[in-house]
């Protein structure tokens, strides 16, 4: 008997001993399989889907070619939002058909030649610029706004709205009456007579001019990379690129949540809606937040929002951010700023003085000047002094750029320092 029991005992104590090592072993994996639930937050159009786009391609299996052919309705869509925004900015502006620009007069910095940006090399981010902007700005801003006058006295002088003549104001006719049905069916494609009318529109000088203040309407800042490619992205068989998809603009109205595993780690990234009335539906995702990516767009310092048409875009960014950052719900989260759009912030800067839209900046206009102060207004606004934000300059929509700065956030995350980062 005596045996018996100490058999058992040693059986009870094996099978004991084993669920310990299941416990443990359960533990482990738990550890191992840590989630993480991630928000993209951030104002309309900083960049919110094309990032979790990017989560997508790099470590997911990237996009099947029925979800391109997907796309191309929206890159469509794209297209012609864009013409049509183009044609009747030349109105609200009041540019002629084509209206060439003055050259404008020389400063000591020489660099006002380079005020009118041609749509040729808009696709490309350029090297960085030298201290041009600050000094030249009241100048070149008087310059600028005596060439926005002789447009005007010209678009009057031409017929104004009605009585323009030749190709261009005929095409615009075109784009104008064409109707967005087309978006609706995905074997639809957008009529000959309006790709024509485009093409010829994209290639005017006035256009191009208009194009050049574009801060001044609501403008997708897709447009250049779509209006230079016309002839491929209308050809029947046209299939996106990755490019393509990352370039192409949805607003989104639903929030949406993507499982991404990255190594042990499973991602839960919601994707929300960044316009005003879009906010409103946030707040039921705000509780058990691990991370939040902050989207800004940098190059929309001389933009306004799209929701009034007056409210500066930065302004906005900081206000949401500020509400964002102290709320306490987010005490413990882990706060990462994407400064985005990085590219057209490098081309801005040659022609927009910060200055004139940021006073506090006191330059020189240059990427490392204005990236620096954009990023200490934004962490200015964290009132826990003890805790740590991160900023990044980010590229969207260019892979490789998005896969190091991803690189590093997965570490910033998963680290143990997080905890001594005041979370
Ligand atoms: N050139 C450039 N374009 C970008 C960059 N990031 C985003 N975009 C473009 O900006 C547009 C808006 O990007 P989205 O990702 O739709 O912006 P969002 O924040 O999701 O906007 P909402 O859904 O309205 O909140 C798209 O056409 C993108 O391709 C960038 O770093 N550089
Ligand atoms: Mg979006």
Known sequence: MGSCVSIESATAAAQSKKIDQNIKAEQRQAK????VKMLLLGAGE????????QFKLIYGTGYT???????????????????????????SLKIPYGFEPPPLKETASGAFGSAFRSHASLNQPEKESGDTGSVRSLNEGKELGRVAKSAEEAYYAAGGENRQSGPSPKAA?????????FCFGIDESVPEEVIESIKTVWQDSGIQYCYSRANEFQLFDCCAYFLNDLDRITDPKYIPTDSDILNSRVMTTTITETKIKIQHVLFRVFDVGGQRTERKKWVPYFDDVDAIIYMVAISSY???LVEDNATNRLEEAMTLFSSICNHPI??????????????????KLKTVPITKYF?????PNNVDKGSAFFASQFLALNANAKRKIYVHFTWA??????KKVLATVYQIITSSNLKGAGM
């Open 32 to 35: 191992f399989q840590q989630t």
């Open 46 to 53: 900083t960049g919110k889907s094309t990032i979790l786009k």
């Open 65 to 91: 070619e029925e979800e391109r052919i997907g796309y191309k309705t929206a890159i469509l869509a794209n297209v012609v939002t864009c013409a049509k925004a183009l044609v009747y900015a030349m109105d």
């Open 173 to 181: 006719q075109v784009i104008r009456g064409c109707e967005m049905s």
């Open 302 to 304: 001389d933009q306004v």
């Open 330 to 347: 987010f005490a413990s989260t882990a706060i990462i700023i994407f400064m985005n759009k990085i590219d057209i912030f490098k081309t």
């Open 359 to 363: 006073p506090k900046f006191k330059g």
């Open 397 to 402: 929509t260019d892979t490789k750029q998005i």
